[in-house]
């Protein structure tokens, strides 16, 4: 049962158990993977989990690509400011989620599903590329009764900021609508992630229905690219142009300019606002390559000191600053997780 208190920032999308290991090129190739690519998984592609676990001294880490963006913000961001919605099973690996996330102190209030199991993602990791491949099963199964239950949307209506990632335009399209609707009804933030090339090729549909509600987009470049040839873009590998058309688009909140942030590797982040003529860039924290340990993430983190910092308040300069600052204190770790003890933001020079 779900208590009263509000949280500042409602986190949803699809939790899952990220198996990860060290790869090879000959394991992607037998499994039709690229080196740096997000897909969902086929029926040939289920084998793999269980080769990882057997074969490549696999590590478990609770991931989902919005679960690790909600524990990036709740890193910067004081106790009990973030709580994520999802759908898992009734299983072990759903325990040792809800173990993994406690400990950095994220709520999380799932839909859990006698039926199905949790969510996996095998990620093989080759060099400093990483290739997802997620079989959702139980987070395939969150449904709009879940968010509109009592309990759950007390928490919607109590906070100020939603973020939807948008591997979740492949679950349950209604429920995005339904933060999107909330927000533009009541001047609340609405943030989206693309997630991936294949949500702006395969999943259109319901990602331009969401598009009024959008007060913050965050993508990567081939994400951009991606959307700007589904969408017929006169110019479809331009970040910028891509970001202003991005933001050009009707808005159903006319009180908030939509804002679009592209990153782009280790190239500057791009960075439009619907009204403004120029097109910000924005270099990213500089590392040395030998202090990179893993990028499984770094986008995520990303998204979570951006959120922080739109849920702090704090100027968009310094929003997309506190991205990278995070983005590269994820990258020196296993997977998608933040150091302890936590360390304190400071800007870049």
Request: proline content about 6%; glycine content about 8%; overall charge negative.
């Amino acid at each position: 049962m779900a208590a009263n208190k509000e949280y500042a920032l409602l986190c949803l999308e699809n939790p899952l158990l990220d198996i990860q290991a060290v790869g090879t090129e000959e394991l992607l190739a037998k499994y039709g993977l690229k080196a740096n690519d997000a897909i969902l998984a086929e029926p040939q592609h289920l084998p793999l989990y269980e080769e990882l676990l057997n074969d490549y001294d696999a590590k478990l880490i609770a991931g989902g690509a919005a679960q690790n963006t909600a524990r990036g913000a709740q890193y910067i961001l004081p106790p009990n400011s973030v709580v994520y919605l999802g759908g898992v099973g009734d299983d072990k690996y759903a325990a040792i989620l809800k173990d993994a996330v406690r400990e950095v102190g994220l709520r999380v209030e799932y839909r859990v599903d006698p039926k199905e199991p949790t969510g996996r993602c095998g990620v093989v990791i080759t060099g400093h590329n990483r290739s997802l491949c997620t079989d959702l099963a139980a987070a395939n199964h969150y449904d709009l009764d879940h968010l509109k239950s009592p309990e759950i949307w007390k928490l919607v209506e109590g906070a100020r900021f939603y973020y939807v990632g948008g591997y979740h335009f492949t679950v349950c399209p209604p429920a995005i609508q339904a933060l999107g609707q909330e927000a533009a009804a009541n001047d609340k933030v609405f943030v989206v992630n693309f997630s991936a090339p294949f949500i702006a090729q395969f999943f259109k549909e319901p990602l331009d229905a969401s598009s009024p509600y959008w007060d913050y987009v965050i993508c990567n470049e081939s994400e951009a690219e991606a959307y700007a040839k589904s969408h017929d873009l006169a110019d479809q590998t331009d970040l910028k142009a891509i970001a202003r058309a991005i933001t050009d688009l009707p808005k159903a909140n006319a009180k908030r300019p939509r804002v679009a942030v592209i990153t782009n590797g280790t190239g500057a982040t791009v960075v439009a606002t619907q009204g403004q003529a120029d097109v910000r860039e924005f270099p990213v924290h500089a590392i040395a390559a030998d202090k990179i340990n893993d990028t499984n993430g770094a986008g995520d983190a990303f998204a979570g000191g951006f959120v922080a910092g739109l849920v702090q308040g704090k100027p968009l300069e310094e929003c997309v600053d506190r991205g990278h600052w995070l983005a590269r204190l994820s990258i020196q770790e296993l997977g998608p997780s933040y150091p302890f003890p936590k360390q304190t933001y400071s800007p870049s020079s």
